[in-house]
Each structure stands twice: as C-alpha cells, then as structure tokens.
C-alpha cells in the first residue's frame, strides 16, 4: 500500500508537467500527496474497520472515504468525487475513473485468496465506481497486487491480466510519445501495470510509470502498489515517503502494516 502512496508523491510533480524520460530526482520539495494517498489510505482503514468477514465494508469504506475525504479536503479530487465526499446521501455515479484503481491496493495485500481480492475490490469500488470499467480497473489492480504478494513472476502475473482484464499488446516505448492525460480506468491501469511489467525493481517500476506522461501521479500509483508487493520497498526511498504522511495518515498506514505484513526489504 505505500508504494502506492510513493508512486503518487513522486508523480504528483509531473501530473501537469509531464516527463517523458526515466532520469528525474525521486523525491524534491515540490513532491505532495495527492487524493490518491488520501482515499488510498481511507480504503485501508475501511478493511481494518471491517475484518473478519468484511460484512460491513461497503458502509465503512463509505464512511472512512467521507470522514477522511472532509478532514483533507484540498487534495486534488475529481469534481463528482469531492461533491460525493460531502454528499449528505452518497450514492455510486457510474463513473469508470482511474480513482477507482489508485486506492483499491490495500484489497489485494489484505486478501487471503484471489478470490477475496475480488471481493474485496467490489466492495470499495462499487459504492462509488459502479459503472464496469470501473469495477474493472480496481479489481485488475487488486488481482495483480495479490498475485505479486504471492509470489507470482511477472509473466505470470501478466499472463493473467492479459486473459482476464486487458490486452497487454504493447511496449512502454511504444507509447511513450503518443500517450497523453487520461482519467479513465481504461486508459490507466493497462499502462501502469505496464510500467510494472517491464521493471528491474520497486524504484524502476515507479520511473517507468512517470516516465510515458499521462495522469502521472495515479499512473504511478497503480503501478506502485503492485511494485511494493513484487519487490518490496527500498529502506531509504520508505523512510522519505513517512515523511510526507502526518500523524493521522501514519497511524492508518501503520495499524495496516502491522496487521497485513506488507514486502518489505
């Protein structure tokens, strides 16, 4: 979960100011969380809040998105998601944004089958990403973050989302110049997983995904979540990431480590 978290630091800087290329400073001053961390961070203290059986996830992850959504509110949301946020009577708005992908990794590194990883996904995804592709880019990313915890290869893992989610016919380099923003699930998570797909490590894995533009900071995001469970997360690049989260983000990111034993290396 917090490679997701660091894939949306290091790209926040690019996400309006793209970066066509793999040499770029990791971490600068200009580095910020974006939503991304924030809602990935929300789904995860919802699947603290809901364990065992995970009956009441659907509610509680409607709760936790809202109560920490309103407590970090200028975060960069998507317009019908800040007004879902501070919605009286929240309901799903088929929506089939990347949003949907960004915070769902904590579902595939709690999940104790994959099976649950599905199910997992669904019920943090549907109550606001209702529409298929939705559903479809948050389950792809939970499966491959399962798979990789799990010790799954990448031509495996790849194997499977090709067959089961999306057709994985092209290259990083292919794209490069020609991929441009894009905020659908459809045109993201094929292209962050992607970016994993083609890595060496955790740290490459994130350069990839910044390195092909787009929605940079979720890109990587996507990406980084399942790089974290792959290959772990470097010592130094971990202790540069805790010191964007404030206390409250900390705890959460914390109690779910401590209870789901995510790589580390």
């Known amino acids: 979960m917090l490679g997701a978290i660091i894939g949306d630091i290091v790209g926040s800087r690019f996400e309006f100011n793209n970066i066509r290329r793999k040499d770029f400073d990791f971490f600068t001053d200009q580095c910020v969380l974006t939503d991304d961390s924030i809602m990935t961070l929300a789904v995860a203290k919802a699947i603290l809040m809901s364990q065992p059986n995970y009956r009441n996830l659907s509610k509680n992850a409607v709760e936790c998105m809202q109560t920490i959504g309103r407590c970090y509110p200028g975060y960069g949301y998507g317009d019908r998601f800040y007004r879902w946020i501070f919605s009286e009577n929240p309901k799903p708005y088929n929506s089939y944004g990347n949003g949907s992908a960004m915070r769902v990794s904590a579902a595939g590194f709690a999940a104790h089958s994959l099976d649950e990883a599905k199910l997992l996904s669904k ?73 994993f797909f083609e890595s060496t490590g955790f740290e490459d894995a994130i350069r990839n995904a910044i390195s092909i533009g787009g929605d940079s900071d979720t890109v990587a995001a996507i990406c980084g979540g399942v790089a974290q469970a792959y290959y772990g997360i470097p010592t130094d690049i971990r202790k540069q990431a805790l010191s964007f989260l404030d206390t409250k983000l900390l705890g959460i990111l914390t109690a779910f480590e401590e209870k789901f034993i995510p790589v580390v290396v």
Do not use: W
């Not at 549907?126 to 973050?145: L, R």
């Not at 031509?155 to 020609?178: K, V």
């Open 123 to 195: 019920l943090v995804t549907e109550v606001t990403h209702n529409h298929p592709e939705g559903m479809k880019g948050a389950e792809a990313t939970a499966v491959a973050v399962y798979l990789a915890k799990t010790g799954k290869d990448i031509q495996e893992i790849r194997d499977y989302i090709n067959q089961h989610y999306y057709t994985m016919d092209f290259t990083l380099d292919e794209i490069r110049d020609t991929y441009r923003f894009n905020e659908s699930c459809q045109g993201t998570v094929p292209q962050a997983l992607q970016a």
